[in-house]
């Protein structure tokens, strides 16, 4: 049995979505649940990242995954928030990495072909995809759980267990 997390980074908001899967790769994939960690602007950089780190922690408590995919971060023009998003990302990369997850990282455009069939798919593509791939009713909201989870299907999809 697989059990994926796939995590979405983001220092204001960072999404998460665990995944179920019984084959490698993955014939059918089974949704367990998604959230987003959300921090605060008005609290310092330091606080954020740990809060994020604890946050992560007590997800890994609940849901035991036996791997991760993490999405690499793109930026195009908006470069301000790059390093601060950044080393979000490495906070919950080390995070992972301690509790000994194996962590597969997955470029967007990997993403949105291994999900919808196509690297230059949008965003909405993507969520409406994982939705029906998953069974889901609905789009799982926030956006950014749902590009977790999108992550996790990608692992899914793509990589052997190790």
């Known amino acids: 049995m697989r059990r994926i997390i796939g995590v979405d980074p983001g220092l204001a908001s960072t999404g998460w ?3 179920e899967t019984d084959t490698q790769p993955a014939q059918r994939v089974r949704y367990l649940s998604h959230g987003c960690i959300e921090t605060s602007p008005d609290k310092p950089l330091t606080e ?4 994020i780190h ?9 849901w035991k995954p036996s791997e991760a995919a993490v999405e690499t971060l793109y930026f195009g023009r908006n470069i301000t928030s790059a390093l601060p998003v950044a080393e979000a990302r490495g906070v919950l990369c080390m995070t992972l990495a301690e509790a000994g997850l194996p962590v597969r990282e997955l ?16 965003k909405e593509q993507v969520q ?10 609905a789009i799982p909201k926030p956006n950014h ?9 990608c692992c899914a999809y793509t990589f052997i267990r190790p």
């Open 17 to 19: 979505g665990v995944i």
């Open 128 to 137: 409406e995809m994982a939705r029906l791939i998953l069974g889901l009713d």
């Open 54 to 62: 604890d946050t992560l922690v007590e997800v890994l408590e609940t």
């Open 107 to 122: 470029t967007p455009n990997a993403i949105k072909q291994a999900v919808v069939g196509a690297a230059r798919a949008d």
């Open 145 to 153: 759980a749902a590009d977790a989870l999108g992550a996790a299907i």
């Open 48 to 51: 954020r990242l740990l809060f």
